[in-house]
Structures are given as structure tokens and as C-alpha cells.
T-cell receptor, first 114, second 115 residues
Framework: SAVISQKPSRDICQRGTSLTIQCQVDSQVTMMFWYRQQPGQSLTLIATANQGSEATYESGFVIDKFPISRPNLTFSTLTVSNMSPEDSSIYLC???????????FGPGTRLTVL | AQKVTQAQTEISVVEKEDVTLDCVYETRDTTYYLFWYKQPPSGELVFLIRRNSFDEQNEISGRYSWNFQKSTSSFNFTITASQVVDSAVYFCALSGPNQGGKLIFGQGTELSVKP
């Protein structure tokens, strides 16, 4: 299994600002995923981040709002831009295992936007 | 289209009762993978089990057991002799060979085990 860390673990931000969330994995992985979990809701995939290529965004999510970087095989960042209270969520990164049918999740970043 | 349905939004039981969490899925893939995750109040997502579509054997792990039935597209999760520490939100999820490993989650079932 992979060990995944995220920073920050939680933050309270003002509307209109941006926050960058970091995801670090203890091993090299091809694919990394970013999910959002709004309060009381299930998890929704934001985008898939592959090293060396542009992230692939799911319907309803755009690069201008959620820019993603993937500089190497162990690290990725997700930025939540121009935040509004509706962006208050838990943001989780996940990685696939040696076979893509394994999926490990980071501890999440709990974001509150005032 | 792929979809996961967890019809039970909330379940409340008394400690030591058995409880079953239902999961029904839809997919056109012949090869796919089903997962269960636990999310305690702290928020982290804890992996419980992965099952591929070719393995319909039921699985038991301690007090946990899973019943996979392709005929009814269901992958139900039973906790035997529930404990207060089992209180959490449980998610069922689906992944397929054409999805690059991304998961489609059900809405989750919030389990409350009372002493």
C-alpha cells in the first residue's frame, strides 16, 4: 500500500483568495486523483493528474478554478482559486496501486471558506 | 453509464446487533472492481475491501463480511456483533478497466452504533 500525506490538514480562508493543497506519496505512482467531498455528501472526482501531461478534468470542474500540478511521480498540488463558501469541502488525493484497481487515499484537507 | 446506489442513508443499531449495508451498482463493463471504504468522524477514508468482477466468492474478515452477487449487481457489507467504534459513514465504490482507476462512489450510509 502507499502512504499519502496532505498539507495543510485543514484551513480557514477568506472568500476570493486561493489555497494550494499538496499531496505527497511515499512511492512513485503513475496516476494521482483529486476528489472533493462537500459537507454531508459523497466523493466526487475533480481530475486525474498524470506526470508529464495536462490534468484531465471531470465534467463540472475547470482548470481555471482547480489548477493542478504534477511535477514528478510522487507529488501533486491542487489549487482552489477565487474561493467562495461553496468551496468549503474536504479535498482528498488518491493514488492507484501497482494495479489500477487499488486505490489509496490521503488523509484529506478540510477547507472552510468564510 | 456507471452508477453506485446505497439506498440506506442512515442506519442506527444497538451494540452487538448485526447490520447489513446495501450496495447496488450499474456498469456495462465485463471487468470491474468494487470497493468498500469507511470514513470515521475524523474524515480519513479507510480502505476495507476490493473485489473484482470475476471473483464472486464471499469474503469474511473478522466481524466483517461481504456478499457479492453479480446476478443482482449487489455487493453488500455485513458487520456482525456491531461495536460503537463501527460508527462511521461507509461508502461503496466502483471502478472499471476504462476509467483509469478512478472511482465512482455511492452516496454513503451513515451507521450509528449505540451502546
Amino acid at each position: 500500500s502507499a502512504v499519502i500525506s496532505q498539507k495543510p490538514s485543514r484551513d480557514i480562508c477568506q472568500r476570493g483568495t486561493s489555497l494550494t493543497i499538496q499531496c505527497q506519496v511515499d512511492s512513485q505512482v503513475t496516476m494521482m486523483f483529486w476528489y472533493r467531498q462537500q459537507p454531508g455528501q459523497s466523493l466526487t472526482l475533480i481530475a486525474t493528474a498524470n506526470q508529464g501531461s495536462e490534468a484531465t478534468y471531470e465534467s463540472g470542474f475547470v482548470i481555471d478554478k482547480f489548477p493542478i500540478s504534477r511535477p514528478n511521480l510522487t507529488f501533486s498540488t491542487l489549487t482552489v482559486s477565487n474561493m467562495s463558501p461553496e468551496d468549503s469541502s474536504i479535498y482528498l488525493c488518491s493514488v492507484g496501486g501497482t494495479t489500477y484497481n487499488e486505490q489509496f487515499f490521503g488523509p484529506g484537507t478540510r477547507l472552510t471558506v468564510l | 453509464a456507471q452508477k453506485v446506489t446505497q439506498a440506506q442513508t442512515e442506519i442506527s443499531v444497538v451494540e452487538k446487533e448485526d447490520v447489513t449495508l446495501d450496495c447496488v451498482y450499474e456498469t456495462r463493463d465485463t471487468t470491474y472492481y468494487l470497493f468498500w471504504y469507511k470514513q470515521p468522524p475524523s474524515g480519513e477514508l479507510v480502505f476495507l475491501i476490493r473485489r473484482n468482477s470475476f471473483d464472486e466468492q464471499n469474503e469474511i474478515s473478522g466481524r466483517y463480511s461481504w456478499n457479492f452477487q453479480k446476478s443482482t449487481s449487489s455487493f453488500n457489507f455485513t458487520i456482525t456483533a456491531s461495536q460503537v467504534v463501527d460508527s462511521a459513514v461507509y461508502f461503496c465504490a466502483l471502478s472499471g478497466p476504462n476509467q483509469g482507476g478512478k472511482l465512482i462512489f455511492g452516496q454513503g450510509t451513515e451507521l450509528s452504533v449505540k451502546p
